[in-house]
């Protein structure tokens, strides 16, 4: 453990009970992020990506182990410190976007500062679109908005609160190539110019390789390589990149 | 970590509402419909009661008002009342009216130059005035009621008889102002001077007449002091003393016994509507869970998600109410235009704070009471689920429980409210109670019916297996069509049921024991000729005539009648003068409960036989004393037997029966029934009114026809009950079918791509919903036939029987409704390109 880490994960396990059996998703998982570093975590659908992200960030509690951010141990909060402290500390960029359909890009990113009571809430929320290049859709409708778009909305909705640590749970998965470039370049970027610790998880190596570290979610635990992955020239499926990786 | 603010979840509601209107239209409409209701009878109650009091002289016919039976004031007391203001009398009998070729009987009403006091008049095409009730050309005036000018194809100009006196028919009466003031009426009336009673054989000793002394007080005269001193003054006089707070008379009590009732219904469909309203706001939060749990990541806390759908569905609650409101609040505009005619109050546009600040009071807590819960659930949707769609909620009753709490102390507040606000408590509490069981019974009936199908074998037709799970499937509508019809059609077939029995019975009774024909005002005199006639004429089967006098209890174990305890069922003997007779001989209908009979040459102390209900209610035992008066005299009564008899027989039976010395030199009539042979009936009454003219017969044919139109009014009331439940069940069975179609709709796009036929999809969709419909119907049979039989068997005590047609009707309608919505349901499933649905997802 490193006097510097924001994010400390002590032996996480989890288990689910399913059809009588238990079914062991992360076994024993350990983890140190410093504050202002990227962090990509990679692996296959069910390697337990996200399970590992949902407990992260509160919304799930693990079997047993410890999770801590800037000092705050999760595991003993309830529901709603849970709620709170996400509020204050953590930012969600979602696969989906998840953007309250019923209100315009502007007010969606003002809903966690009106949750914290800033009174400049729409002030902060405008500049954050601003910064992602949308400062022409504030008033724009979730289904107005292109997928691009509304990835854009949603990591200024995740940055404007200037939380601690961002996750990205597969930030491109529902968007094209092109415009999922755009969406890593413009996380990157802000990131960068934040200095928030930025933790992602994806599939996708070329994505990771953006990270300062990348972590491989391997028989429910995390293995850490030192070199990044040469992207590969043509597309690649997913089961020969990872074969590649152990390789 | 400070909590987010309370603004936060109040602006969120306030952006969700905006695109929330699509799908609370159900929700809204069914709180609307039940505000209305309300809060319309309420108004309309409120309007008609102000109306009364305001207006309480022109239906009295006077500031105040003095009337007896038989007797007329004396010249002395006419003299005493003279000094307090102007007095006009009037004076109301039952007679024979008989025009050329036909005779009716009549609700007449005689009266003085001064008449009214208050209000107006009106006939048909002319004005009135007293004029044209005095003799011209040694004949008198007449008005006639309509309903006697057709039914006696009466014309202006044209004669009519009444007892010995010819009258000339001089217009036709439109509106009388006192019309409500002389209560129940048997048959239809006439209006004429009441000089003319006097040259006419219509008044004997001891005819049926009460004469009414009504008196436009001087400004400077108090009625209540004036009736202070009228009862101080003559303390034993069996006056009926009435002030225009009591102008609206029966039909006051009518108009609030029907408010009572309507508010009822009111509350039957918000109930209905609540379950709409739980559907929709279930359907709504089910689409909502998304943006619950993105809310929660962004670090909104239980109470802020509460707070801004409990914000939402208030604005949406409110809107509805609001809007049920205005309407209620409009329907006495609406009602009073309808009903001009009927209603002897104009209705206007005052607006009522009462009855909308209980109708929005009671809505808002069926809105409470149905969202609650599937609000506490949504609540707790983990924000977890964004990761994962497959995470379900785990039931936690800890975290529930603040949520039961307060559901169940709104409906301890609403219960209380509604009971404690009804003149009716028992009926009311009752009638809830009973709506509250068959509401968990069609519940549980519900889970019954989606278990029975589960537990049914696979069908091998695949249309049958299709129809079948629909009714299990998760999100199926069983449910709700069980409950949003189920109430309705079981009110519906009870009704139709008791209405069913109570006619059989009547029409078996009428058949069996009841007389064709009775008669009042028999004179002493007449009787004997009455009976040889009786006895000697062919097609005459049975006859029976006894002594009829009229009395007022005035005083039970000498505790003054208007202050001793009596229970409800006997208030009515209480109420007014009632028939008394006496006879030496026990009536053969009649057993002795208590007591002894007189012997039949008793020659002792007064003594009085009464029916057992009058014990029962006024707690009275052999021994006790009654005190009545009977024409100005007051008779203190031992009571030496009870009896019991039943009224259902249309035979005479008296409440009080006295012995025969104490009333034998009384001035009495006779009361008669006859029974002829049905072919003789109408030569058999043709000679009976030539022969005594001045005899009033009542033929049974027109009681009948009057009770069915009278039981035909109550059942269309409580038809109306059962119909706007039933509309208020349609309402919710159209959202909860439109809550079932975006699954049926994916459902169709699956089948058609594995190459179902459109027909086969259209049959599986009919099948599920005839098996509803059929399910539904049913169970009301079984619950409304239970409800029939009590009301039939225990309450009324008739004979109870089942007929084919009424579950018939309930299983045909029900299935109707039900299909018509579901077909509506099919058709737009089956619009949808199947690409169309399988490339959304």
Known sequence: MTDKALLQLRDIFLNFKGNGHEIKILNGVKLDITAGTSVAILGPSGSGKSSLLTIMTGLEKQTSGRVMINGHTLDKMNEDQLALFRRDNIGIVLQSFHLIPTMTALENVAVPLELAGKKDAFQIAENALNHVGLSHRLSHHPAKLSGGEQQRVAIARALAPNPKIIFADEPTGNLDGKTGHKIIDLIFDLQTKFNTTLILITHDAEVANHCDRILYMQDGLLVERDNHIKPPKKPVTLKKTIKRVAE | ?841
Not at chain 2, 12 to 30: D, M, N, T, W, Y
């Open chain 2, 1 to 841: 970590m400070r909590n987010p603010p309370l603004w936060a979840a109040f602006k969120f509601a306030c952006r969700e509402s905006r695109a929330a209107l699509q799908h609370f239209k159900i929700f809204i409409a069914s709180l609307f419909l039940g505000t209305a209701i309300v809060a319309g009878v309420g108004s309309v109650t409120s309007n008609m009661s102000d109306s009364f009091t305001e207006d309480g002289r022109i239906f009295l016919g006077g500031d105040i008002e003095i009337s007896q039976i038989q007797q007329r004031l004396t010249e002395a007391e006419r003299d005493y009342l003279s000094h307090s203001g102007l007095i006009s009398e009037v004076a109301t009998l039952r007679s024979m009216a008989h025009a050329e070729n036909d005779s009716s009987l009549l609700d007449l009403k005689a009266v003085d130059s001064l008449y009214p006091l208050f209000g107006k008049l009106t006939l048909q095409k002319q004005d009135y005035s007293p004029e044209s009730l005095l003799k011209h050309n040694g004949i008198w005036g007449i008005l006639v009621s309509d309903a006697l000018a057709v039914r006696l194809k009466l014309e202006k100009g044209d004669h009519v008889t009444l007892g010995t006196l010819k009258y000339q028919v001089r217009g036709v009466i439109k509106k009388e102002p006192d019309a409500n003031n002389q209560g129940f009426q048997l048959a239809p009336g006439a209006i004429v001077a009441l000089n003319s009673l006097f040259e006419n054989s219509l008044i004997q000793p001891g005819s049926l007449v009460r004469y009414y002394n009504r008196i436009k007080l001087n400004q400077s005269v108090d009625s209540g002091k004036l009736i202070k001193n009228i009862k101080l003054d003559y303390p034993d006089h069996a006056w009926r003393v009435r002030d225009s707070r009591h102008g609206g008379g029966g039909l006051q009590n009518f108009v609030g016994t029907m408010g009572q009732f309507m508010t009822l219904v009111g509350l039957t469909a918000l109930l209905v509507g609540g379950v709409g309203v739980s559907n929709a706001v279930r359907a709504y939060l089910e689409e909502k869970t998304n943006s619950i749990a993105t809310y929660k990541i962004l670090g909104a806390t239980g109470r802020t998600i509460l707070l801004t759908y409990l914000g939402q569905i208030l604005i949406m609650a409110s809107f509805a109410i609001v809007l049920g409101l205005v309407t209620g609040a409009a329907l006495p505009i609406i009602a009073g235009e309808f009903l001009k005619d009927s209603l002897p109050v104009a209705l206007n546009l005052t607006v009522y704070a009462k009855p909308l600040l209980l109708a929005g009071f009671y809505s808002l807590s069926i809105a409470v009471i149905f969202t609650l819960w599937p609000l506490g659930q949504a609540v707790q949707i983990p924000a977890a689920r964004l990761f994962r769609q497959t995470i379900t909620l785990k039931k936690n009753m800890r975290r529930s429980f603040p949520y039961i709490a307060v559901i169940l102390g709104v409906i301890i507040l609403l219960l209380t409210m509604i009971i404690y606000m009804s003149d009716y408590r028992i009926l009311t509490a009752t009638t809830l109670a009973a709506a509250a069981l068959v509401f968990f019974i069609l519940m549980g009936a519900s889970r019954l019916i989606q278990k029975g199908a589960k537990s049914l074998p696979r069908p091998k037709n695949p249309i049958f297996r299709i129809a079948l799970s629909n009714i299990y499937r998760p999100g199926n509508s069983t449910t709700s069509i069980v409950m949003s019809l189920g109430l309705g059609l079981i009110l519906f077939t009870s009704i139709a049921l008791i209405e069913n029995n109570i006619l059989r019975e009547i029409s078996k009774r009428v058949d069996a024991e009841a007389p064709s024909f009775f008669f009042i005002d028999i004179q002493k005199s007449q009787r004997d000729s009455f009976i040889n006639y009786l006895s000697a004429r062919d097609g005459v089967e049975t006859y029976r005539t006894v002594p009829n006098l009229r009395g007022r209890i005035t005083s039970i174990k000498s505790i003054e009648a208007s202050k001793a305890p009596v229970k409800p069922e006997g208030k009515w003997i209480l109420r007014g003068d009632k028939g008394i007779s006496f006879t030496s001989i026990l009536p053969n209908d009649n057993i002795i409960t208590a007591g002894r009979w007189w012997p039949k040459d008793y020659d002792g102390q007064p003594q009085v036989s009464i029916s057992k209900q009058m014990a029962d209610s006024m707690d009275l035992d052999i021994g006790d004393e009654i005190s009545v008066n009977i024409l100005g005299r007051n008779f203190t009564l031992p009571i030496s037997s009870i009896r019991q008899f039943s009224w259902e027989n249309f035979g005479i039976n008296y409440v009080m029966m006295v012995d025969p010395k104490t009333l034998k030199s009384a001035p009495y009539t006779y009361v008669a029934t006859v029974k002829t042979l049905p072919n003789d009936e109408s030569q058999i009454y043709k000679e009976l009114y030539q022969k005594f003219p001045n005899v009033s017969i009542i033929r049974m044919k027109d009681v009948l026809e009057n009770a069915l139109d009278l039981l035909g009014k109550i059942s269309g009331a409580i038809d109306v009950m059962a119909a706007i439940t039933i509309l208020s069940g349609i309402l919710v069975l159209a959202g909860a079918i439109a809550a079932g179609h975006k699954a049926r709709i994916y459902d169709a796009a699956v089948l058609k791509v594995v190459g179902a036929k459109r027909i086969d999809i259209i049959k599986a969709y009919i099948l599920e919903f005839i098996l509803l419909g059929i399910m539904t119907g049913t169970i009301a049979i079984g619950l409304g036939s239970v409800g029939a039989y009590g009301v039939i068997k225990f309450l009324m005590k008739l004979s109870w029987q089942l007929p084919f047609s009424i579950p018939l009707l309930t299983v045909s309608g029900s299935i109707l409704i039900t299909l018509a919505f579901g077909m509506v349901s099919i058709w737009l499933a089956l619009s949808v390109k199947p690409s169309q649905i399988l490339r959304n997802g």
